[in-house]
């Protein structure tokens, strides 16, 4: 706990939220800030200016930016030519991953509500869009579902059948036993978009980190309870199966008023 506020990787929940009081209703986040489906090259172009402001604005963004370089320059070296990611492609993974101070909180926070925001005063396009291209690229070497898992130590509300969205950048893993991510409730996953990072968070492959981006949507399988089954590997474990992508904002960053 950070002050007054409960952090996971992938959510940041206020006391006074659903979280902490009730439980937070697996839905379909309409008001995520989602993708960049064809616009990719222009916003490629666009996000050199957001970059240069976002970084010369003071704040803790800019800080994680520049302490990110070094976990950039060493994976750039050495993984640059299997996954055609630029030098800031991977320094947003490194900044995201490991950055000081921690950015995801805020970011994630930011991602999964600014939908009215987003054409104006949104923080991140410089991070949203290097995360959304950076997970798309290496996820053009990667073929196929992986299946994943997530820990949280908060209490969610979902029920078998409904379509959800995670509506941030949920961090899942290969691994079902990294229990310090919490043991309240749990997601098996299949997920069809969100990719494998590989070596290339700040820790490196340690954790085995499969980001699963804000648009993936997934069909809840089945509801597990600890009540019914001893054995079971969290108190409340949601299956989810990838189905499809959802997007409420594609591009809207050309087709608005922006303020830079």
């Known amino acids: ?20 009081n009730s439980p937070i209703p697996l839905d379909m986040v309409p008001d ?4 960049y ?12 200016e957001y970059l240069r402001n976002e970084t010369n604005a003071g704040g803790f963004f800019e800080q994680a930016w520049t302490k990110a370089e070094k976990c950039a320059s060493k994976n750039y070296s050495v993984n640059q030519k299997l996954d055609k990611l630029s030098h800031n492609h991977i ?81 899942s893993s290969f691994l079902k036993n990294l229990t310090h991510f919490g043991e309240n409730s749990c997601f098996e996953l299949k997920t069809c978009f969100g990719t494998d990072l590989k070596s290339y968070p700040e820790m490196g492959n340690y954790e085995k980190e499969v980001l699963i981006p804000p648009y993936e949507v997934f069909k809840a399988t089945a509801v597990l309870k600890k009540e019914n089954d001893e054995n079971l590997w969290c108190d409340v474990v949601y299956k989810l199966k990838s189905i499809n992508t959802l997007s409420n904002v594609n591009c809207n960053i050309f087709t608005k008023p922006t303020i830079n």
């Open 1 to 20: 706990m950070i002050g007054s506020e409960v952090y996971t990787r992938g959510l940041k929940v206020h006391p006074r939220q659903p979280g902490l």
């Open 32 to 35: 995520s800030v989602d993708m």
């Open 37 to 48: 489906k064809g616009c990719i090259e222009k916003m490629g172009k666009k996000v050199k």
């Open 91 to 171: 320094k947003a993974i490194c900044a995201y991953t490991g950055g000081q101070p921690k950015i995801y909180p805020a970011f994630n926070q930011a991602v999964r509500t600014n939908r009215t925001e987003y054409t104006t005063s949104f923080q991140f396009h410089s991070l949203h869009f290097l995360l959304t291209d950076a997970l798309r690229l290496l996820k053009e070497n990667q073929q196929g579902c992986h299946t994943t898992y997530r820990r949280t130590n908060m209490e969610f509300a979902g029920e078998v059948n409904k379509e959800i969205r995670f509506g941030l950048f949920a961090s």
